[in-house]
């Protein structure tokens, strides 16, 4: 009876088990060859496009442009202490004048005249403030222009060390992604190999479910080094403003 009780709990086990791993899909894995393939752009052109394309780094640029010419403003500020003035009216003007004839007073004569009067001449301005000020004003716009490109390269410098630092990542992860895939395959050729042993009575129950663990981890492992991968590349894909098309469906 015990016999019989045992040999029909393994003719149970032997029926349920390979139904599980055609489940797990114990095919070899077609996409390792297309990961083989993968080659991420050079570093230096993932560099220039991404200072070319961040937004906070164009604005500085633009403050820089902005306080330039500001400072040549400044420069040229005196030049407003000197001009020509012109003056134009037409209407009717009253007209005086004196007349004198030998031997008698001198008159005055006034007339009315519909013309025109116009007058040019030149005008200096000399306050103090502006003579007294001009250096220290002059200096305070070099400093704001050399303290905006400051801000400039300091920004330029974040840029170039978070983009060293994604494409290191992406090559990282792109690297595991790899040694994942190769692990993977080899993994699922042994399960089928090991499947067939089973059914075979080649190798033992105990044998075959630490193989069928194994191929799980497997599978587990893929899955997170390909996440890993894709956020790595759609993070540096944002950083440089370009899409270099490597990304793994």
Same mark, same amino acid.
């Given at each position: 009876?015990?016999?019989?009780?045992?040999? &029909?709990?393994?003719?149970?086990?032997?029926?349920?088990?390979?139904?599980?791993?055609?489940?797990?899909?114990?095919?070899?894995? @077609?996409?390792?060859?297309?990961?083989?393939?993968?080659?991420?752009?050079?570093?230096?052109?993932?560099?220039?496009?991404?200072?070319?394309?961040?937004?906070?780094? /164009? $604005?500085?640029? %633009?403050?820089?442009?902005?306080?330039?010419?500001?400072?040549?403003?400044?420069? !040229?500020?005196?030049?407003?202490?000197?001009?020509?003035?012109? @003056?134009?009216? $037409?209407?009717?003007?009253?007209?005086?004048?004196?007349?004198? /004839?030998?031997?008698?007073?001198?008159?005055?004569?006034?007339? !009315?005249?519909?013309?025109?009067?116009?007058?040019?001449?030149?005008?200096?301005?000399?306050?103090?403030?502006?003579?007294?000020?001009?250096?220290?004003?002059?200096?305070?716009?070099?400093? @704001?222009?050399?303290?905006?490109?400051?801000?400039?390269?300091?920004?330029?410098? %974040?840029?170039?060390?978070?983009?060293?630092? %994604? $494409?290191?990542?992406?090559?990282?992860?792109?690297?595991?992604? !790899?040694?994942?895939?190769?692990?993977?395959?080899?993994?699922?050729?042994?399960?089928?190999?090991?499947?067939?042993?089973? %059914?075979?009575?080649?190798?033992?129950?105990?044998?075959?479910?630490?193989?069928?663990?194994?191929?799980?981890? /497997?599978?587990?492992?893929?899955?997170?080094?390909?996440?890993?991968?894709?956020? /790595? $590349?759609?993070?540096?894909?944002?950083?440089?403003?370009?899409?270099?098309? &490597?990304?793994?469906?």
């Amino acid at each position: 009876m015990k016999f019989l009780l045992l040999f &029909i709990i393994l003719l149970g086990l032997n029926s349920i088990l390979p139904c599980t791993i055609v489940a797990q899909d114990v095919k070899p894995l @077609d996409e390792s060859v297309l990961f083989d393939s993968i080659s991420i752009p050079p570093l230096n052109v993932m560099i220039d496009s991404a200072l070319a394309h961040n937004p906070t780094l /164009a $604005y500085f640029e %633009q403050g820089i442009r902005v306080k330039k010419i500001s400072l040549a403003l400044n420069q !040229k500020s005196w030049t407003k202490n000197f001009g020509i003035q012109a @003056d134009v009216r $037409y209407g009717t003007f009253d007209n005086f004048s004196t007349n004198t /004839a030998e031997g008698q007073n001198p008159t005055l004569v006034a007339t !009315k005249a519909i013309q025109t009067n116009y007058g040019v001449g030149g005008y200096l301005k000399l306050p103090l403030s502006d003579f007294v000020n001009h250096k220290s004003q002059i200096q305070l716009a070099k400093m @704001d222009v050399d303290q905006a490109e400051s801000m400039a390269e300091s920004q330029r410098d %974040q840029i170039r060390q978070t983009v060293i630092k %994604q $494409y290191n990542d992406l090559v990282l992860k792109l690297s595991l992604l !790899k040694i994942k895939a190769k692990n993977l395959e080899t993994t699922r050729m042994n399960m089928v190999m090991a499947e067939k042993e089973f %059914q075979n009575g080649v190798i033992a129950l105990g044998t075959y479910s630490g193989m069928s663990e194994t191929a799980g981890n /497997a599978e587990i492992n893929f899955a997170e080094a390909k996440a890993d991968y894709k956020t /790595a $590349y759609m993070l540096l894909e944002e950083l440089v403003g370009f899409k270099f098309n &490597i990304l793994v469906k």
